[in-house]
Structure formats: C-alpha cells, structure tokens
C-alpha cells in the first residue's frame, strides 16, 4: 500500500491500510441475515474485503473492484478460497456495467474505499449516480475517509442523510459516511 501511495498518491490517498476498527465501523449495522449482494469499490490489500468476508451470509454476493493490477493479483490471491467473493480488475466509474455483467441488478450495500473528494466532478457523480440506482430499497452507501469530516457538506450535496462515526483508532484517525436517500448532485452553496 505504501508503495501504491508514493507512486499513484491521489489515486490510492491512504500510506496504509484501514484499521480493524475502521473495517468494523464501516460495516456496522449491516443486517447479515438479509443482504444478499454487496459491492466493494477500491479495496486496496483488502482489509474491509476479510471483514466482510467473515461477517457475510455464505449465500451473499460479493464484489470487490479494484483498478491497481498489482493491489487486484494480491487480492485475487488472497480471496480465492473464499466462494462467495469474486474481486474483479475494474474502474469504480463503471461498476454498475460490472454488476450487470454478472446479471446483479440491485446490491444490498455499496461500500467505498475510493478517494472520491479527488476524483473529477464527473466521475464522483457517476459513481454516486450509479450507486443510488443500484442500491436496493433501505440499503446504503458507505464511505471510507481519513479526513474525518471535512468533506460532510460533499457528502451532504448528494444524500438527504449523512452520518458520520468516527474512528479514532486508525493510522490515521478517520471515520465513515453512511449515506441514504441521494437526491442527485446539488450545486455547492
Ligand atoms: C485509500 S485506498 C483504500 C484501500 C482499502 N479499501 C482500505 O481501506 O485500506 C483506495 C483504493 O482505491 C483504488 N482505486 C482508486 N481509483 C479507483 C477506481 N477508479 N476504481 C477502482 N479502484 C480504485 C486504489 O487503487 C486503492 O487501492
């Protein structure tokens, strides 16, 4: 991860890899019992990836995209013994096409390890947009930051409810947004 950062750092925007606590935090709440398919976006060596792993129903579907090849081999590896997960080389921008492919119209729950704030206006809407299409009816969309707060007004921008839980016990300290309701991109105020 800290070779990614030096060599690609806006698009990896983390030197190391989410705590177990921020893993935790992020998919708290989740009901296991019921989401039958969940999508990771940029999931880095994977750190969220095993702890959804663990708590997943066997029957859920999880896909996990990642664009660096070399983070993708690694992941690929280590999840290949885990059936229900299939991690696949891919650009987030186009996740919903990757999801239909699969014949997965609706997902639980989109999960996001993305550096979305640095990403360019178009490319946060058709992730966002796509995510608000694809998300089934009181699922959510979660997103990782170390940045704890600052871009809660972004957020906001997009979805008509935003939390924010902080996560002190992170290198660095950090949180997740848990998103619901989106109502398309707003101007900024
Ligand atoms: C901050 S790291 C997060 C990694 C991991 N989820 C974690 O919590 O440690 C961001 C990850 O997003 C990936 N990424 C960046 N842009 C992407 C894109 N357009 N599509 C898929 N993955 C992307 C990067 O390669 C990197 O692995």
Redesign the pocket.
């Known amino acids: 991860?800290m070779r990614?950062f030096l060599t690609q750092g806006k698009?990896?925007?983390?030197f190391a890899?989410?705590s177990r606590f921020?893993a935790r935090k992020l998919l708290d709440g989740i009901d296991w019992a019921h989401a039958r398919s969940i999508v990771e976006?940029?999931?880095?060596?994977g750190?969220?990836t095993a702890e959804l792993v663990r708590l997943a129903h066997p029957k859920a579907r999880l896909v996990v995209?990642?664009?660096?090849p070399v983070?993708c081999g690694r992941l690929q590896a280590r999840f290949r013994e885990s059936p229900n997960v299939e991690v696949v080389l891919?650009?987030?921008?186009k996740f919903g096409e990757i999801l239909a492919a699969r014949g997965i119209p609706k997902v639980d729950h989109v999960l996001s390890?993305?550096?979305l704030p640095s990403f360019p206006a178009a490319a946060r809407d058709a992730i966002l947009e796509t995510s608000a299409k694809t998300i089934s009816a009181g699922g959510t969309f979660r997103q990782?930051t170390v940045m704890p707060l600052i871009y809660y007004k972004m957020y906001r921008r997009y979805f008509e409810d935003v939390r924010f839980r902080f996560v002190p016990f992170n290198l660095p300290p950090g949180g997740v947004y848990v998103c619901r309701g989106y109502r398309g991109a707003q101007p900024a105020k």
């Open positions: 991860m990614a698009r990896i925007a983390s890899p989410s921020m976006l940029g999931a880095g060596t750190p969220i995209i990642e664009l660096d983070l891919g650009d987030a921008t390890g993305l550096p990782l």
